[in-house]
Structures are given as C-alpha cells and as structure tokens.
C-alpha cells in the first residue's frame, strides 16, 4: 500500500509559476461544477459508508465532506480581505482539529452540501469578475511565511476540489477496509 498515493491520489499541488491562456477559466470551471459533483459523489451513501475512510488514520466521507465546507469558506473570506485590503495576513486553522469537532463528527453532510452550493455560486461570481491586476494580489499566509497570489489560490483550490472528490472515490472503493 502508497501511503503517498493514498493521501495525494491526484498528485501533490505544485504552484504554477507560468499561466497559459484559459487556466483561469478551467480552474474556475472546476470550483464552479465541485458542489455537484461532491453531492453526486456521496449521493445515497449510507450512515455507515459516510463513515468508511480513504485511507488507514485518515477522515471519514463525512469528514472530508465537512472539511470541504471548512476549508473554502476559509477561501472566500481570504479571497475578500485581498480584494479589499492592501496584501493582508491571513492566519491558518488546524485543519486537523476542526474535522473533530462536533459539526463535523454529529451534523449530516447535507448541512456541508448546503454551505458549499450558496458559497460556491458566490465564490464563482466573484471570481468570473477579476481583472488581470485582481489576479496579482496577494495575501500574505502567516504559516507558509510567503505571499500567494490569488491566481495561483484559484489553482490550488480547483486542485482541492480534485483531490477531495478522489478521497471520496477512493474510500467508496475501499469498502470500510481502511476503518
């Protein structure tokens, strides 16, 4: 068993330093159509499948579900304080710590679904509206000690969407044997 490839199925994300026409707009497409496609992928999933893990030691279905939802609400309000604010310094979460919370252990994924449909319709919004100077503005990631552009965010979040919903596909086909 990769261990590697269990935690990384779609590869680790790599910052690209060069943009080629249309990557925007296919990155946007991805964080666009995410919310369908991670409903489709838990669709009719039972209480115990919702349980089965991608991996041995990592999250349930239901916790990445919940994870998703955590992690680009964290997104959208970064992608705010940039747009509005003068390269701001934005501070992580543990990540880790939230997926045991009680929202995330107790609530049905459906309360995540919902979160991710209205944010992503006005993440997308957003989005589709920035200029080319919009795309260049950084905020600075007090954990990474490094600025990020917001290009290269939109990257790593089509990236993210990518990454979770082969998690998911991985732990349906794991069959509970990593729990």
């Known amino acids: 068993m990769d261990l590697e490839k269990l935690k990384y199925p779609v590869g680790n994300f790599r910052f690209p330093n060069e943009f080629e026409e249309g990557d925007i707009s296919e990155w946007i497409s991805i964080i666009e159509n995410f919310p369908a496609a991670l409903a489709g992928a838990v669709e009719g999933l039972s209480p115990e499948q919702l349980g089965w893990r991608y991996r041995p030691e990592g ?23 940039t ?9 992580p979460y ?5 997926a045991e ?7 049905p994924i ?13 993440w997308v919004l957003t989005l589709s ?9 950084t905020y600075m990631h007090s954990e990474h000690k490094r600025t990020f552009e917001l290009r290269q965010v939109i990257a790593m979040y089509a990236w993210h969407c990518r990454h979770h919903l082969a998690h998911i596909s991985q732990a349906k086909g794991s069959s509970g044997s990593y729990n």
């Open 59 to 81: 999250w349930t279905i239901s916790q990445v579900v919940h994870h998703c939802a955590d992690s680009h609400m964290n997104a959208f309000i970064r992608f705010k304080l």
């Open 83 to 91: 747009l509005t604010e003068d390269s701001p310094e934005v501070k």
């Open 94 to 98: 543990f990540e880790n710590l939230w």
């Open 101 to 107: 919370l009680p929202d995330t252990l107790d609530a």
């Open 110 to 122: 459906e309360w995540s679904l919902d979160i991710l449909r209205g944010l992503h319709q006005r």
């Open 129 to 137: 509206k920035l200029s080319n100077e919009d795309l260049l503005k």
